[in-house]
Structures are given as structure tokens and as C-alpha cells.
């Protein structure tokens, strides 16, 4: 699998708080694994196949797999994590 990032996530990785970077980068590990790992709480947004997922309790972010690509859409505090701000 790989991971690419939408250009609007790669501007708000950038500008997430240095810890919540290092979050970040162990949830996207477990990702590239296995995109149904506990640890990310994923699930499927109703209606798309867009699944939302877990950084830590206030940060979540967007993603879409497709065949070997996982395509972060999104990421943040919980609302813009979400894509809804």
C-alpha cells in the first residue's frame, strides 16, 4: 500500500502541533497495515466511500483506499479532521 496525501492534508499536517504529528505518523503506520486497525476506530462515512479515522480523542482525519492507494483527504481537529469546517 501507499499513502498520498490530498494537497489540502499535506498544508494541515504541516501545521499540526509537533506532538500531534508524531500521532499522526504512528496512526498512519498502523494505516498502511492494515486500514481496519482498533487503534484507528475506522468507519465508513455514510453514503461515499470515504472512511474517517482516528488520530487521537480530538484529531481525526478522512481517507479513501483504492486498489494499493490510500488517499488522506483530509486532517485535523475534529470537525475539519472530518471535513466538515
Known amino acids: 500500500m501507499n499513502l498520498?496525501?490530498?494537497k489540502p492534508a499535506e498544508?494541515?499536517?504541516r501545521d499540526l502541533p509537533?506532538?500531534?504529528q508524531n500521532k499522526a505518523?504512528?496512526?498512519f503506520a498502523f494505516?498502511?497495515?492494515n486500514y481496519r486497525h482498533p487503534s484507528l476506530h475506522a468507519r465508513k462515512k455514510s453514503g461515499s466511500g470515504v472512511f474517517e479515522?482516528?488520530?487521537d480523542f480530538h484529531?481525526?482525519?478522512t481517507f479513501l483506499v483504492e486498489q494499493d492507494e490510500i488517499y488522506v483527504l483530509t486532517i485535523g481537529t475534529h470537525d475539519t479532521g472530518l471535513?466538515?469546517?
Do not use: V, W
Open 25 to 27: 505518523d504512528k496512526q
Open 31 to 33: 494505516l498502511l497495515i
Open 59 to 61: 484529531y481525526r482525519f
Open 11 to 13: 498544508k494541515d499536517y
Open 4 to 6: 498520498t496525501f490530498s
Open 53 to 55: 479515522a482516528r488520530i
Open 18 to 20: 509537533q506532538n500531534i
Open 83 to 85: 471535513g466538515k469546517k
